[in-house]
């Protein structure tokens, strides 16, 4: 028993001697005192200069830590800041280093304020801290292999930045964005252990314009052997703040996963609505169809090259999704990308009181887009109002489509269209023209004009319009003309027929199509369209899609109906020499039998 009294009265003087020690080692310890030497280093080994301009504190034990007060660093030799804070603290558990674990309690970060720039070179002003070569480091001969080491396993129980900016400058495209960290607070952080995150967040930019304000939360997971890292139970509220901006908050949902040793992701994501062109500034209103580069300005390339390194596989679901003016709803996407291809199956969605099913396929080593898809049900005109700036069919109808592209540009893409089309529509409408008051007009003119002159010709007029009860057209697609040969309406007063081009690259049309009267309405003109009833009118279509043009050629159809009386006339003239000859023949049997 005495031995052991003496063992805890020698192990108490020796924890009083550490104690003490500890105690005259805070006391006098001034870590200001190595500033300089810290700042020396910074510089050697970065060229960077470190400004510490608060004091520097130190614990030791339970743990070895360390605060900071407003600290900056500068940009690689220069003294433009680069980075600054107002304070920071961190501090590690001093036992678990002995068994090679960092456990590192909460760190806190508050003020920081960094400035991240892409010079016109392609160099950022941060890639010395990424591993870039730096200044003063020359290349060391390789060491030969020593004995494996066991690794050091991180352990942090968690993270707060608080009252942060960092800010992006892209000299070579102009754009500008800066983030405004409000709160960032994780759970503990280590590997294969749960935890929760919570952010809010501004996000401010210039080209593109936005100013969204986030708020997230999620679990996540890391696993920092495997090199795996997720996000579950992802809730993101996006909301914008523009000037006069009056949308929706944007919220998505689900999870994905990050595998940083063959370099893929997977996910399962929801979001409620998205409207790209809003997120890309685009301006309310569109171009007219075929409007290629701006005038005196060079068209906007397209660069798929972020699609190349890209390896994924998942599902997006959006609720409300609007892009080039074209709104859809229900969208589901399935994506998987490798080896620079995206293949898009399924690619289903509600459209314009219809349905969309179908693929679409995206190569970013050639500059390849396909898509594939049947629209049933659709409303075609508000489609093509929305899509194409486009006022010239109205109706319900079925749209099938397989089309190949390529090109570096929009206008290049549309000039090498390619593929196949086909249109049904039914209870539809031909906007723009009436044809059975166009061919009334012409036919009051061929009787007050010489035969040159017998064409009647009008813009297409919104008040103006067709009804059609049917309408079918199937395209073939080469160089970006869609080809028609097979043109079939019906109305209860007309038959339409027709063939010609829709210049899809020019955003032209040249068109015929071939109207025959087959009823009358009664009313005003009514008789003048009755006497065509049978006649076939040629009415040629040209012009852009926004604005085409009409011209009923009533010569050519008075040329067709001369030539079908002429027919006729022959016909009856023949007919009559047979019975004549009947007549005759008659006779001479007559006088043979009274013989």
């Given at each position: 028993?005495?031995?052991?009294?003496?063992?805890?009265?020698?192990?108490?003087?020796?924890?009083?001697?550490?104690?003490?020690?500890?105690?005259?080692?805070?006391?006098?310890?001034?870590?200001?005192?190595?500033?300089?030497?810290?700042?020396?280093?910074?510089?050697?080994?970065?060229?960077?200069?470190?400004?510490?301009?608060?004091?520097?504190?130190?614990?030791?034990?339970?743990?070895?830590?360390?605060?900071?007060?407003?600290?900056?660093?500068?940009?690689?030799?220069?003294?433009?800041?680069?980075?600054?804070?107002?304070?920071?603290?961190?501090?590690?558990?001093?036992?678990?280093?002995?068994?090679?674990?960092?456990?590192?309690?909460?760190?806190?970060?508050?003020?920081?304020?960094?400035?991240?720039?892409?010079?016109?070179?392609?160099?950022?002003?941060?890639?010395?801290?990424?591993?870039?070569?730096?200044?003063?480091?020359?290349?060391?001969?390789?060491?030969?292999?020593?004995?494996?080491?066991?690794?050091?396993?991180?352990?942090?129980?968690?993270?707060?930045?608080?009252s942060s900016a960092v800010s992006w400058r892209d000299d070579s495209s102009g754009g500008r964005l800066k983030a405004t960290i409000a709160e960032l607070r994780t759970g503990r952080i280590a590997s294969g252990v749960p935890g929760k995150l919570s952010l809010a967040a501004k996000i401010e930019g210039i080209k593109p314009h936005i100013k969204l304000a986030i708020k997230l939360s999620s679990g996540y997971r890391l696993d920092f052997e495997k090199q795996k890292f997720a996000l579950s139970e992802i809730d993101l509220?996006?909301?914008?703040?523009?000037?006069?901006?009056?949308?929706?908050?944007?919220?998505?949902?689900?999870?994905?996963?990050?595998?940083?040793?063959?370099?893929?992701?997977?996910?399962?994501?929801?979001?409620?609505?998205?409207?790209?062109?809003?997120?890309?500034?685009?301006?309310?209103?569109?171009?007219?169809?075929?409007?290629?580069?701006?005038?005196?300005?060079?068209?906007?390339?397209?660069?798929?090259?972020?699609?190349?390194?890209?390896?994924?596989?998942?599902?997006?679901?959006?609720?409300?999704?609007?892009?080039?003016?074209?709104?859809?709803?229900?969208?589901?996407?399935?994506?998987?990308?490798?080896?620079?291809?995206?293949?898009?199956?399924?690619?289903?969605?509600?459209?314009?009181?219809?349905?969309?099913?179908?693929?679409?396929?995206?190569?970013?080593?050639?500059?390849?887009?396909?898509?594939?898809?049947?629209?049933?049900?659709?409303?075609?005109?508000?489609?093509?109002?929305?899509?194409?700036?486009?006022?010239?069919?109205?109706?319900?109808?079925?749209?099938?489509?397989?089309?190949?592209?390529?090109?570096?540009?929009?206008?290049?893409?549309?000039?090498?269209?390619?593929?196949?089309?086909?249109?049904?529509?039914?209870?539809?409408?031909?906007?723009?023209?009436?044809?059975?008051?166009?061919?009334?007009?012409?036919?009051?003119?061929?009787?007050?004009?010489?035969?040159?002159?017998?064409?009647?010709?009008?813009?297409?007029?919104?008040?103006?319009?067709?009804?059609?009860?049917?309408?079918?057209?199937?395209?073939?697609?080469?160089?970006?003309?869609?080809?028609?040969?097979?043109?079939?309406?019906?109305?209860?007063?007309?038959?339409?027929?027709?063939?010609?081009?829709?210049?899809?690259?020019?955003?032209?049309?040249?068109?015929?199509?071939?109207?025959?009267?087959?009823?009358?309405?009664?009313?005003?003109?009514?008789?003048?369209?009755?006497?065509?009833?049978?006649?076939?009118?040629?009415?040629?279509?040209?012009?852009?899609?926004?604005?085409?043009?009409?011209?009923?050629?009533?010569?050519?159809?008075?040329?067709?109906?001369?030539?079908?009386?002429?027919?006729?006339?022959?016909?009856?003239?023949?007919?009559?020499?047979?019975?004549?000859?009947?007549?005759?023949?008659?006779?001479?049997?007559?006088?043979?039998?009274?013989?």
């Amino acid at each position: 028993m005495k031995i052991l009294k003496y063992a805890l009265l020698a192990l108490a003087g020796i924890v009083a001697l550490v104690a003490i020690a500890v105690i005259i080692l805070i006391a006098t310890f001034d870590p200001d005192k190595y500033k300089p030497e810290l700042a020396a280093a910074v510089k050697d080994k970065t060229g960077r200069t470190l400004a510490i301009e608060g004091n520097l504190a130190l614990t030791i034990f339970p743990s070895i830590g360390i605060a900071a007060g407003k600290t900056s660093l500068s940009e690689p030799n220069g003294t433009r800041i680069f980075a600054r804070f107002d304070g920071a603290k961190m501090s590690l558990a001093l036992i678990p280093l002995f068994s090679k674990q960092v456990v590192v309690d909460r760190v806190t970060l508050s003020g920081l304020n960094a400035d991240l720039i892409k010079r016109k070179d392609g160099t950022a002003n941060f890639d010395d801290l990424l591993g870039a070569p730096g200044r003063g480091r020359a290349a060391r001969p390789q060491s030969k292999p020593g004995p494996q080491r066991e690794a050091v396993h991180l352990d942090i129980a968690g993270i707060d930045i608080r009252s942060s900016a960092v800010s992006w400058r892209d000299d070579s495209s102009g754009g500008r964005l800066k983030a405004t960290i409000a709160e960032l607070r994780t759970g503990r952080i280590a590997s294969g252990v749960p935890g929760k995150l919570s952010l809010a967040a501004k996000i401010e930019g210039i080209k593109p314009h936005i100013k969204l304000a986030i708020k997230l939360s999620s679990g996540y997971r890391l696993d920092f052997e495997k090199q795996k890292f997720a996000l579950s139970e992802i809730d993101l509220k996006l909301s914008d703040e523009s000037s006069g901006a009056n949308v929706a908050g944007t919220s998505l949902k689900g999870g994905i996963e990050i595998d940083l040793a063959p370099q893929s992701i997977q996910f399962d994501l929801a979001l409620d609505r998205l409207n790209v062109d809003q997120v890309l500034g685009a301006e309310k209103g569109k171009a007219p169809a075929g409007a290629g580069a701006p005038a005196g300005g060079t068209e906007e390339p397209i660069d798929l090259s972020a699609l190349k390194g890209l390896n994924l596989k998942g599902t997006l679901k959006i609720g409300e999704f609007v892009a080039s003016n074209v709104k859809l709803e229900k969208l589901n996407i399935g994506v998987q990308a490798a080896l620079g291809r995206v293949e898009v199956n399924p690619l289903a969605a509600s459209l314009y009181q219809g349905n969309l099913a179908g693929s679409a396929s995206v190569n970013a080593n050639n500059q390849r887009f396909s898509l594939k898809g049947q629209l049933d049900g659709v409303a075609i005109g508000p489609l093509l109002r929305d899509a194409l700036n486009n006022d010239l069919l109205e109706g319900r109808g079925n749209i099938a489509l397989d089309v190949q592209t390529g090109g570096n540009t929009v206008s290049a893409m549309k000039k090498a269209l390619a593929g196949s089309a086909k249109l049904t529509l039914r209870d539809g409408a031909l906007k723009g023209i009436n044809l059975e008051e166009t061919i009334r007009k012409a036919r009051a003119l061929a009787r007050s004009k010489p035969a040159a002159e017998q064409t009647a010709e009008q813009k297409a007029e919104r008040a103006e319009r067709t009804d059609l009860t049917e309408l079918g057209a199937s395209f073939l697609i080469k160089n970006g003309v869609a080809h028609n040969e097979d043109l079939s309406a019906k109305s209860p007063l007309l038959r339409l027929a027709g063939s010609g081009d829709v210049n899809i690259g020019a955003g032209t049309i040249d068109y015929v199509a071939k109207v025959s009267i087959v009823g009358s309405s009664g009313g005003q003109g009514g008789r003048e369209a009755g006497d065509l009833r049978g006649v076939t009118v040629p009415v040629k279509i040209t012009g852009t899609l926004d604005a085409p043009r009409f011209r009923a050629d009533l010569r050519a159809a008075a040329g067709d109906a001369a030539r079908e009386k002429l027919d006729e006339k022959k016909e009856q003239v023949k007919e009559q020499i047979k019975e004549k000859a009947k007549e005759r023949a008659k006779d001479r049997l007559k006088d043979l039998l009274r013989r």
